[in-house]
């Protein structure tokens, strides 16, 4: 990962895509604080969803919804 100022960045912008392009992660710099950073593009798509794969790890207690006895009025 390598860091560039605003100006820098500005003025090597090709050469900062190149580098993006070979896989490596640019970040931008505003007074040596990170404001943006630059990532390869991809085009994978996130695996789909799975129903059911958390089945048996959360159990609701039949008294989830009952008041809590501090607000009993």
Request: proline letters at 11%; glycine letters at 4%; zero cysteines.
């Given at each position: ?34 404001v ?19 089945k048996g ?17």
């Open positions: 990962m390598s860091v560039f100022n605003i100006h820098d960045a500005k003025t090597h912008f090709s050469k900062l895509l190149e580098r993006v392009l070979n896989g490596e992660e640019v970040v931008i710099a505003k007074a040596g604080k990170p943006a950073r630059i990532l390869p593009f991809t085009t994978d798509e996130p695996s789909p969803r799975k129903p059911g794969i958390d790890k959360v159990i609701i207690q039949p008294d989830f919804d009952a008041p809590l006895p501090e607000f009993d009025v």
